[in-house]
T-cell receptor
Framework: KAGVTQTPRYLIKTRGQQVTLSCSPI?????VSWYQQTPGQGLQFLFE???????NKGNFPGRFSGRQFSNSRSEMNVSTLELGDSALYLC?????????????FGPGTRLTVL | GDSVTQMEGPVTLSEEAFLTINCTYT??????LFWYVQYPGEGLQLLLK?????DKGSNKGFEATYRKETTSFHLEKGSVQVSDSAVYFC???????????FGGGTRVLVKP
């Protein structure tokens, strides 16, 4: 089975721009979660989508949004980029939305905001 | 809120040494506990997990036991290899939803 894929792998944007990141889960997985990884804050949960519905949301401003399509692929969008949004964005997929499920992570998208 | 605390690194070891990474958690109820590993330039890989008290997770020579009484999930390996050099993350997840709460990560460097 193919793993979780994320596109693009690298992005460079300037402050004020917006960006869209894409995540394709493992075939058959219906849950997609997004995480932000920075040296200062570590790994932080952004949100989870399950069957096209946002299931959980982390403590991030409204500039961070996401959606999930009927084929379980997910996108996250960050509007009005700030320097502090520079990070590795990881998505993870799992079969269901149960807390004990194993989440399989993609390689991440590294976003640099100049 | 929920939180995970793990020992700060870096931890530097010689090959074949014993590795322990301490992890404690604060959470209501009965969370599931995980250890993930991140190699340079890659995403996270699940190393092992435990879903209830006294469960022992094991994989690739690594072990961790879910201790409810001490709210701990310490990671151990009896004989490390250079290829075990990575960053290790302890995490928890509650019963509903796939929100993982991570510790700060522990960098492990194994020297030949």
């Amino acid at each position: 089975k193919a793993g979780v894929t994320q596109t693009p792998r690298y992005l460079i944007k300037t402050r004020g721009q917006q960006v869209t990141l894409s995540c394709s889960p493992i075939s058959g997985h219906r849950s997609v979660s997004w995480y932000q990884q920075t040296p200062g804050q570590g790994l932080q949960f952004l949100f989870e989508y399950f069957s096209e519905t946002q299931r959980n949301k982390g403590n991030f401003p409204g500039r961070f949004s996401g959606r999930q399509f009927s084929n379980s692929r997910s996108e996250m969008n960050v509007s009005t980029l700030e320097l502090g949004d520079s990070a590795l964005y990881l998505c993870a997929s799992s079969l269901t939305s149960g807390g004990a499920d194993t989440q399989y992570f993609g390689p991440g998208t590294r976003l640099t905001v100049l | 809120g929920d939180s995970v605390t793990q020992m700060e690194g870096p931890v530097t070891l010689s090959e074949e040494a014993f590795l322990t990474i301490n992890c404690t958690y604060t959470a209501t109820g009965y969370p599931s506990l995980f250890w993930y590993v991140q190699y340079p330039g890659e995403g996270l890989q699940l190393l092992l997990k435990a879903t209830k008290a006294d469960d022992k997770g094991s994989n690739k020579g690594f072990e961790a036991t879910y201790r409810k009484e001490t709210t701990s999930f310490h990671l151990e390996k009896g004989s490390v290899q250079v290829s075990d050099s990575a960053v290790y993350f302890c995490a928890l997840s509650k019963a509903a939803g796939n929100k993982l709460t991570f510790g700060g990560g522990t960098r492990v460097l194994v020297k030949p």
